[in-house]
């Protein structure tokens, strides 16, 4: 079922629905928007279902296109959320966060160290955008778990790279895996590190790792979360692979001896917009982007960065 997503160039979350003799089981819910609602009611009814009688509600990740009307849906018939335990984590965090730090400091900070000019955050500071948290999720999954989907075999492969606790979903009896935004057929999934110098993790490293591990399982038919169905997954999963080692090394392209900002660097890659006319939100996302790509250029030991002090500089080794 094709859920719109409003001002998106996106245009829908697909959501599927799976048939149980206790009810439906969707895989995603979509948008959190009274026409995203409409959408998946009567897609539902299409198919002689109703929202009333779904059992539950699997999201392979936390992103607001893809849970956001997890909760509406859990309203309006008593199903219960499930996704991964570190995607549970971040909506915590998330809802928490929101309510401490409404004006969002953290985010600016993150800019500062980025060192993004005065004007950015000017604009980010002028335009914040206010997204509601998720929904948070009755249940928790582990990897390899199977999902409460009575009379058939869905399990929850751990893939994390979009986020944390992002999970592919494989229909072993039906021979589907449901891969979220991990595997998309024409574009690559955003991979971003936030803040830009979060200590500890590797989120692109992760989901270079999670599509080699995705490539293994055996699909006849693939259902991504967006623009349409394909197969041949582990042809698709190397396309993706092969497209972040090229990033990896024109990346590297851009370091020398001289230090140099994450922002000079992020602005220094080729986009599918011209940098000077990208949308302040759009390269936000650039830079956590190309912090995710150093990141993996640190612990291949090709760039480090030099000292600590604001904002981040980064050389080649």
Same mark, same amino acid.
């Given at each position: 079922?094709?859920?719109?997503?409003?001002?998106?160039?996106?245009?829908?979350?697909?959501?599927?629905?799976?048939?149980?003799?206790?009810?439906?089981?969707?895989?995603?819910?979509?948008?959190?928007?009274?026409?995203?609602?409409?959408?998946?009611?009567?897609?539902?009814?299409?198919?002689?279902?109703?929202?009333?009688?779904?059992?539950?509600?699997?999201?392979?990740?936390?992103?607001?296109?893809?849970?956001?009307?997890?909760?509406?849906?859990?309203?309006?018939?008593?199903?219960?959320?499930?996704?991964?335990?570190?995607?549970?984590?971040?909506?915590?965090?998330?809802?928490?966060?929101?309510?401490?730090?409404?004006?969002?400091?953290?985010?600016?900070?993150?800019? %500062?160290? +980025?060192?993004?000019?005065? $004007? #950015?955050? *000017?604009?980010?500071?002028?335009? &914040?955008? =206010?997204?509601?948290?998720?929904?948070?999720?009755?249940?928790?999954?582990?990897?390899?778990?199977?999902?409460?989907?009575?009379?058939?075999?869905?399990?929850?492969?751990?893939?994390?790279?979009?986020?944390?606790?992002?999970?592919?979903?494989?229909?072993?009896?039906?021979?589907?895996?449901?891969?979220?935004?991990?595997?998309?057929?024409?574009?690559?999934?955003?991979?971003?590190?936030?803040?830009?110098?979060?200590?500890?993790?590797?989120?692109?490293?992760?989901?270079?790792?999670?599509?080699? %591990?995705? +490539?293994?399982?055996?699909? $006849? #038919?693939? *259902?991504?979360?967006?623009?349409? &169905?394909? =197969?041949?997954?582990?042809?698709?999963?190397?396309?993706?692979?092969?497209?972040?080692?090229?990033?990896?090394?024109?990346?590297?392209?851009?370091?020398?001896?001289?230090?140099?900002?994450?922002?000079?660097?992020?602005?220094?890659?080729?986009?599918?917009?011209?940098?000077?006319?990208?949308?302040?939100?759009?390269?936000?996302?650039?830079?956590?982007?190309?912090?995710?790509?150093?990141?993996?250029?640190?612990?291949?030991?090709?760039?480090?960065?030099?000292?600590?002090?604001?904002?981040?500089?980064?050389?080649?080794?």
């Amino acid at each position: 079922m094709p859920v719109p997503i409003p001002g998106n160039p996106l245009a829908h979350t697909l959501v599927y629905a799976l048939e149980s003799p206790r009810g439906p089981v969707l895989v995603d819910a979509g948008w959190e928007h009274p026409d995203a609602w409409g959408a998946l009611r009567d897609g539902l009814a299409a198919f002689g279902m109703d929202v009333a009688d779904v059992h539950g509600v699997v999201v392979t990740h936390y992103h607001p296109d893809h849970a956001g009307l997890a909760g509406r849906v859990r309203e309006a018939s008593g199903a219960w959320i499930a996704m991964h335990r570190e995607d549970a984590a971040v909506v915590r965090l998330f809802r928490e966060a929101v309510a401490a730090d409404d004006e969002r400091t953290w985010e600016l900070a993150s800019l %500062r160290r +980025a060192g993004a000019d005065d $004007g #950015e955050l *000017l604009g980010t500071a002028e335009r &914040r955008e =206010r997204i509601d948290p998720p929904a948070q999720p009755d249940r928790e999954l582990e990897d390899l778990e199977l999902v409460d989907l009575p009379g058939r075999r869905l399990r929850a492969v751990w893939t994390p790279g979009h986020s944390p606790g992002h999970i592919c979903l494989h229909l072993e009896d039906g021979d589907r895996v449901f891969t979220g935004d991990h595997v998309l057929p024409r574009i690559t999934p955003h991979i971003g590190l936030y803040p830009y110098d979060l200590p500890g993790v590797d989120p692109l490293g992760d989901f270079l790792r999670s599509l080699e %591990r995705v +490539a293994a399982l055996p699909a $006849g #038919e693939v *259902l991504p979360a967006h623009q349409h &169905r394909f =197969r041949d997954l582990a042809g698709r999963a190397g396309e993706i692979a092969r497209h972040h080692e090229e990033r990896l090394a024109e990346l590297a392209g851009l370091l020398s001896r001289e230090p140099v900002t994450l922002w000079r660097v992020a602005a220094g890659l080729r986009w599918r917009e011209p940098w000077a006319e990208m949308s302040s939100r759009s390269r936000r996302m650039a830079a956590g982007e190309a912090a995710a790509h150093l990141r993996v250029l640190e612990r291949r030991g090709i760039a480090r960065r030099e000292g600590d002090g604001d904002p981040l500089r980064f050389v080649l080794r």
